[in-house]
């Protein structure tokens, strides 16, 4: 019995790995000429990351020799076994391995690192690779082709190659935010992004609460709140801009502007054809927010406005928003989450996990980035101009009913700033202050959801 011979068994546990959906990986260990175990990859069928075709091997070997030492054992492997790997063939002092294609990306064999040429560890294994190598890459090349065919037929829409897609597992250990995606990717001005948003609640019903965030949060921000609109039969839609959230992220900063983002919300609004919206809206949220109802006013009838204002550029940038846009220029990898803690040391581990996990790396994120300097600065900045009009429109023409909550521990979006805009917002009562919240005033949002829901009610009747 030769390697080839034995190779080729191990190539049978590939294939049968390939049958359950695991990448093709084959093992078989030989003791004395004999076939003693033979084993597949199987980490997604059993769970368990450690489950390599050499791992398992191994173990089956272990027990059916009654002894956890494999001295005179050698070991078939479809593939240049990695790191791990490697560790337990050394541990199990397995007198030889042989494998057939070599793994540029793990291979601890050679290809990435040499485990088996360290001579300061006390066991000596032989190996060699290259056996029936040809047969065994063709087998896992083939797997890939399969999967990428499978994961474009199953992806609902294609990515845009300028954007980057948050993978589905950052978004694994969400707390409090149990409502499925949707998603939206042919508006006009998307060009092929796609946006996600919630949509919760009937599509009849009453009310439509369109609730939208800021920089550099997501729909996740408004979870303490949405359960309280629901509650009252209400329905409830959550976008996340693109950049943000669950949305595409394009690659470059540049891309984000304030026209286009306004113009996907307008878009965004018409597609769902929402009606009788109460708008939700704080930071961004506002500042684009704010001047939509102007352009569809038949649509609103009811504003929920929190630590936000309307960028006019009338007045120079505040010191303490320049100060943001500084720390943001400076440190362009900030912890978002500890920014969230920060204004709310009530909040947990995982919530603040939660508004770290649509942004795995610096790639994913061209809108943090993007957005600080973005806030209007001069009379002709992309945005002030619409920011003017639609202060005049709610200071003159606004129909709707109002509310306001501040967070008074902010310190740029603060009770003074929202008094200010309060002055150009029609019919706008007496703001409910939180003394004790800061900017994300959402992490104490389920009063403020509940004094909204009587407030914009008492007014309508
Ligand atoms: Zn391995």
């Given amino acids: 019995m030769n390697d080839e011979h034995f190779m080729q068994l191990a190539l049978d546990q590939a294939q049968l790995a390939q049958v359950h959906g695991e990448v093709p990986v084959g093992a078989v260990l030989v003791h004395e000429g004999r076939v003693v175990a033979q084993a597949h990859n199987a980490p997604i069928a059993l769970m368990d990351p450690s489950a390599h075709a050499e791992i398992q ?135 092929g992004l796609r946006i996600h948003y919630l949509d919760e609640g009937p599509k009849d019903a009453e009310v439509t609460w369109l609730c939208l965030h800021g920089n550099p949060a997501w729909s996740y921000l408004y979870r303490k709140m949405i359960p309280v609109f629901l509650q009252a039969g209400h329905r409830v839609v959550a976008p996340d801009m693109l950049g943000f959230g669950k949305s595409d992220k394009p690659k470059k900063d540049s891309t984000h502007s304030f026209t286009w983002h306004r113009q996907v919300l307008l878009e965004f609004v018409e597609a769902l054809d929402l009606q009788n919206i109460h708008m939700v809206v704080q930071d961004w949220g506002g500042i684009l927010g704010l001047t939509l109802p102007m352009s569809a006013r038949q649509r609103y009838r009811g504003l929920l406005v929190m630590n936000t204002t309307l960028a006019t550029a009338e007045k120079p ?99 003074e700033v929202m008094q200010a805009l309060r002055e150009h917002i029609r019919h706008c009562p007496e703001a409910l202050v939180l003394p004790e919240a800061g900017h994300f005033v959402q992490e104490h949002g389920e009063q403020i959801a509940q004094a909204a829901l009587a407030a914009l009610r008492a007014h309508t009747l």
């Fill in 317 to 415: 940038l505040s010191p303490g928003f320049l100060a943001w846009r500084q720390m943001c220029a400076d440190k362009p990898s900030f912890d978002v989450g500890r920014l969230f803690g920060r204004g709310n040391p009530q909040m947990s581990q995982a919530e603040r996990a939660a508004y770290n996990a649509p942004f795995p790396d610096a790639g994913h994120r061209a809108a943090l980035r993007a957005f600080p300097p973005m806030v209007p600065e001069f009379a002709n900045s992309d945005g002030a101009e619409v920011s003017r009009q639609a202060q005049d429109f709610w200071q003159h023409e606004w129909q709707g009913k109002s509310f306001m909550a501040i967070g008074a521990q902010d310190p740029v979006l603060g009770v």
């Fill in 57 to 191: 091997a191994l173990r089956l070997a272990a027990k059916v020799l009654g002894n956890y030492r494999l001295d005179d054992c050698t070991l078939y492997v479809s593939l240049e076994p990695c790191a791990m790997c490697v560790g337990a063939i050394l541990h199990a002092r397995l007198k030889r391995v042989v494998w057939a294609a070599a793994e540029p990306k793990t291979g601890a064999a050679g290809s990435v690192i040499d485990l088996f040429a360290n001579t300061q560890l006390n066991h000596q294994t032989q190996h060699s690779g290259g056996v029936l190598a040809n047969q065994a890459s063709q087998l896992m090349q083939d797997f890939f082709k399969n999967q990428r065919a499978m994961h474009k037929h199953h992806s609902p829409a294609p990515l845009r190659e300028d954007a980057l897609r948050t993978p589905e597992a950052c978004f694994a250990d969400i707390p409090d935010y149990p409502w499925p995606p949707h998603y939206i990717n042919d508006l006009p001005s998307l060009g």
